[in-house]
Nanobody
Framework: QVQLVESGGGLVQPGGSLRLSCTASGFTFFFSNYAMSWYRQAPGKERELVAAISAGGGTTNYADSVKGRFIISRDNAKNTVYLRMNSLKPEDTAVYYC???????????WGQGTQVTVSS
């Protein structure tokens, strides 16, 4: 059963940066076989797709709200996907999660997420 562990969140001022990490384990096949994505859920809102990266890392996709500010990357040797977040805004405040897949979550089990709070 796939296990996902997110980390790297915290409190940051507007305009600041953070790098989130998500390490996956428990695969029947190799991590490198799967596209991966980052999602976020703000209080009172539905979970939304933020960024996605293909299995080999050559293709990425971003929500319009984060395009040009966030960068998704992966290290298949470490079974880890990253989200570099720059120029953070208060509206980026949310719990961030990772999951498999490029346009919709692949696995029903989510990790605990990592809280990102952007506030002065």
């Amino acid at each position: 059963q796939v296990q996902l562990v997110e980390s790297g969140g915290g409190l940051v001022q507007p305009g600041g940066s953070l790098r989130l990490s998500c390490t996956a384990s428990g695969f029947t096949f190799f991590f490198s076989n799967y596209a991966m994505s980052w999602y976020r859920q703000a209080p009172g809102k539905e979970r939304e797709l933020v960024a996605a990266i293909s299995a080999g890392g050559g293709t990425t996709n971003y929500a319009d709200s984060v395009k040009g500010r966030f960068i998704i990357s992966r290290d298949n040797a470490k079974n880890t996907v990253y989200l570099r977040m720059n120029s953070l805004k208060p509206e980026d405040t949310a719990v961030y999660y990772c999951n498999g897949g490029f346009s919709s979550p692949m696995w029903g089990r989510w990790g605990q997420g990592t809280q990102v709070t952007v506030s002065s």
